[in-house]
């Protein structure tokens, strides 16, 4: 790993590790411990040979502190509804005493003091809930992997395509693909998003097993995915392209006893010197909308430079 890179790993760990200590009433050693191992578990796993798996580290270590942020919102909002009960069941009770005319000051005013140390802590709460909900908010703007299929998001794509084109001539050759789910509103129609967001998942873990250790997955957005292939001729990029058409078609997702079929139409196209991230997109897109047009679950490909 070449040393801007692992300063850059480093540094992450030290800023998410700072924010598990800030997130934490108590923190203690063992806590600090804890997460130390498992950053040592996270480093010892980077392949060194893959450009991304250094920013693959560094979203794994913002990943497992909002994981830890949204635990502790969860185990807040438990606390706070069960104070809250509480509080009610008090208000009733103080206002069954009065109804009666009991004549108890020193029962009501103790009711009164339990009553407003309850509303404190529900208070304290809210605060608490609200600052890790702003927490989790500015770490998953700055993640580049996405929430719901844990691959790399558009975020992370446009930072890819960035550095890819400024290099201006490449040493190998790149084609990018862009993956689209057929009649994706159908299926949330027909089944509800819940099955929607299981097709995205199931859609993501077929890329990511089907594809070459090299080779990059995105969530462009919705529910189109953008490929990279790297060291790939037209001819390998076309058979990679309709293994993933063959594995997509022929695997059915599973819910409730359907069986949810899914098909993807592909558009391709080959990176050249001088290319922009947006013209490589807009080439990749247009012969997408030709796969789409000539009847979905089928390749098309954009090439330039006599390719």
């Not at 108890?104 to 407003?116: G, H, R």
């Not at 859609?203 to 060291?231: H, P, Q």
């Amino acid at each position: 790993m070449k040393k801007d890179g692992l300063k850059s790993l480093v540094t992450q760990m030290y800023k998410e590790l700072l924010k598990n200590i800030d997130s934490q009433e108590n923190a203690t050693k063992a806590q600090v411990i804890d997460y130390l191992q498992d950053a040592i578990t996270t480093i010892k796993q980077i392949d060194e040979e893959s450009i991304d798996s250094v920013e693959h580290a560094k979203s794994i270590f913002s990943n497992t502190y909002k994981g830890i942020a949204k635990k502790s919102i969860s185990s807040y909002k438990e606390t706070n509804e069960k104070f809250e009960e509480l509080n009610k069941m008090h208000q009733t009770t103080l206002n069954e005493a009065k109804d009666y005319l009991i004549d108890m000051p020193s029962l009501t005013e103790k009711f009164d003091a339990i009553q407003t140390h309850m509303a404190d802590e529900v208070n304290k709460a809210n605060a608490v809930i609200s600052q890790l909900s702003q927490q989790i908010k500015a770490l998953e703007e700055d993640s580049n992997l996405d929430g719901l299929t844990k691959i790399f998001n558009r975020r992370a794509l446009d930072k890819y395509l960035k550095n890819v084109t400024k290099k201006g001539t490449l040493k190998h050759e790149l084609y990018l693909l862009m993956l689209d789910i057929d009649d994706f509103k159908k299926i949330n129609d027909t089944y509800g998003h819940i099955v929607g967001d299981k097709v995205l998942i199931f859609i993501a873990n077929l890329l990511r097993k089907t594809l070459r250790d090299g080779d990059k997955v995105f969530r462009y957005g919705g529910e189109e995915f953008v490929v990279i292939l790297n060291r790939v001729t037209k001819e390998k990029c076309e058979e990679i392209a309709k293994r993933l058409l063959h594995v997509i078609s022929t695997n059915k997702l599973l819910y409730k006893g359907d069986s949810v079929k899914v098909t993807i139409s592909i558009g391709a196209t080959n990176y050249i010197d001088g290319d922009t991230p947006d013209k490589l997109l807009a080439r990749a897109d247009k012969a997408l909308y030709n796969s789409k047009k000539r009847g979905k679950n089928q390749l098309n490909m954009e090439l330039t430079n006599g390719n």
